[in-house]
């Protein structure tokens, strides 16, 4: 019996920061193909539900070829019901860390991979992150360092916010964009040759 070829992985996504946690795991993907859809919202949609939701459909979106395994992820940084999208300014930045200040949230990170057999398997890992009661000099001082900015909720835990986070509990790198563990799993489970 002669091995099959290990497929060429496609990664739906273009964050810097999910190719830098995928090379942390020995991955380099053969294609990078950026998904655009449509994230917004729905009407009373539950933070978890929209990452799982945004995961499987980026992972849909971009074009496949035969033979080929597709994965994407989404990170949703909820307060409660709330979801804190991606801060766009400094003012969004501001206005989400004293939305965060003290008090604990929760980051969903769901992946998204569709193997060469089309079949298509998603999982969210939830995370608990907790910043410190922040001043509002702390604050000001994040939101001009521009870090934030792109990022869902409006930090990046693997920057300077770490200083200024005194829990979690979850997946640090789930967090950051990619549960490295159960990426590994499923990215195994669709044939992806791993150390
Ligand atoms: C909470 C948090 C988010 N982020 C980033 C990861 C993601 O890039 C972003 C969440 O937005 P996503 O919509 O998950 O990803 P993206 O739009 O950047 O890229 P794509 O959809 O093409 O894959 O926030 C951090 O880098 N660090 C953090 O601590």
Do not use: N
């Amino acid at each position: 019996m002669t091995a099959r070829p290990s497929p060429i992985l496609v990664l739906a996504s273009s964050s810097p920061r999910r190719r830098d946690l995928l090379a942390q795991i020995g991955v380099t993907p053969g294609q990078i193909r950026s998904p655009d859809i449509d994230e917004e919202p729905r009407k009373g949609e539950l933070p978890r539900t929209y990452a799982e939701r945004m995961a499987s459909e980026k992972a849909i979106a971009v074009p496949r070829q035969e033979g080929e395994v597709v994965l994407a992820g989404d990170t949703t940084v909820a307060l409660g019901r709330r979801i804190l999208p991606q801060a766009q300014s400094e003012e969004d930045v501001a206005r989400f860390l004293r939305m965060l200040s003290g008090r604990r949230h929760r980051v969903h990170s769901a992946i998204s991979v569709i193997d060469a057999s089309e079949r298509q398997r998603t999982r969210c890992v939830t995370s608990q992150v907790r910043f410190k009661r922040l001043s509002e000099e702390e604050i000001r001082d994040y939101a001009r360092s521009g870090e934030g900015i792109g990022k869902a909720g409006g930090y990046a835990i693997q920057g300077r916010a770490a200083g200024l986070i005194d829990f979690l509990a979850g997946s640090h790198s789930a967090v950051v964009g990619l549960p490295l563990f159960e990426t590994r799993t499923l990215l195994k489970a669709a044939g992806i040759a791993l150390a």
